[in-house]
């Protein structure tokens, strides 16, 4: 295409303004933790989370990228090679070199994408070597942790039922008349986000979860972990975690299953690790009480019971005649 007065200085300056305005935005989110509006995901807490976060900006950038050049390209010749500026189309309609070009080039980046996304996926597939099994199992509209074992010792009957804690469901109910702003931890707002129980867990520790379902589809999901995986019925899937920071992490199931879906959060209590194994060791004392002991019969009498003596009556001797 032919047009005048087109300045090539003006393009390049205008292409890196939009460039460094994405860039701004996109550097300012990535620093951010997980509040309401934010663009970008959360860098997490685990020693995994890293790795989705990473792979998560680089396609973010490339498509950053190809953005800014496919509509960068789209509006300049919108505007710049328009006919009222005088501009004359080319007669042309194929370019091999070029259709080789753009056809490569996605190839190319598909490809690194894919090798960056297969190591990404094989190291959170592989879960050899944890120190704690956790059993997660998703109801309508609840969890169920079960602690497996730890440290290659099994954990005998520790487990409990995972809820939306009182305050979050008395406010939810129609006509309650509560606020759903006074709902809250601290300083921070808990409503739909806190349970009556939370999955309470060591740092420093990979943890193995094996995630099922008792009746629907649910999704176990807590966004500073790095990963969210289906509980569904019958398939017993697995994942795992090592948390690096001692604090409490929400999530919620991010799958539909049901009228309550929306009050089925996840709340994971990381403690240093002398803390969690006095709280597992106080959990195991109370599911698994010492025996009881049979009462014990009443001590024997030492002193031997008196004998009574029986005395003879003197037989009476009759008179002879």
């Known amino acids: 295409m032919t047009s005048g007065g087109i300045r090539p200085g003006s393009i390049k300056r205008a292409v890196a303004a939009i460039a460094l305005i994405a860039l701004t935005m996109f550097g300012g989110v990535a620093l951010a933790n997980p509040q309401p509006g934010q663009l970008n995901m959360t860098r997490g807490a685990s020693t995994w989370s890293p790795e989705a976060y990473f792979l ?32 004359v189309a080319e007669k042309w309609s194929h370019n091999t070199t070029l259709e080789i070009v753009w056809t490569t080039i996605p190839v190319i980046i598909l490809i690194v994408l894919a090798y960056l996304a297969t190591g990404g996926l094989r190291t959170f597939a592989d879960t050899t070597g944890s120190e704690m099994t956790v059993k997660v199992t998703g109801y309508q509209w609840k969890w169920r942790y079960d602690y497996v074992d730890y440290k290659g010792k099994a954990i005998e009957k520790v487990g409990f039922m995972s809820r939306l804690d009182r305050e979050s469901d ?94 089925m959060p996840i709340v994971v209590k990381a403690l240093p690790k002398p803390e969690f194994e006095k709280w597992l060791a106080e959990q195991e004392a109370a599911a698994n009480p010492p025996p009881a002991q049979p009462a014990a019969p009443a001590p024997a009498s030492t002193a031997a019971a008196p004998k009574t003596a029986d005395v003879d009556a003197p037989v009476s001797q009759g008179h002879q005649g």
Not at 61 to 77: E, S, Y
Not at 244 to 261: I, K, N, S, W
């Open 56 to 87: 998560n900006n680089v396609a973010f950038g490339v498509c950053v990228v190809i953005g800014i050049l496919v509509f960068g390209a789209m509006f300049i010749a919108m505007f710049r090679f328009r006919k009222s500026r005088g501009a």
């Open 170 to 263: 008395d406010t939810r109910q129609l006509n309650s008349g509560l606020d759903p702003n006074a709902v809250k931890v601290g300083d921070e707002n808990t409503y739909l986000l806190n349970v009556d129980k939370p999955l309470v867990v060591p740092v420093g520790t990979k943890i193995r979860f094996v995630i099922t379902a008792g009746d629907v589809i649910h999704s176990w999901w807590v966004p500073a972990l790095g990963w969210k995986m289906d509980a569904i019925p019958g398939i017993v899937n697995a994942a795992w975690t090592n948390i690096t920071e001692p604090g409490v992490y929400r999530g919620q199931c991010a799958e539909l299953c049901g009228q309550d879906h929306g009050f």
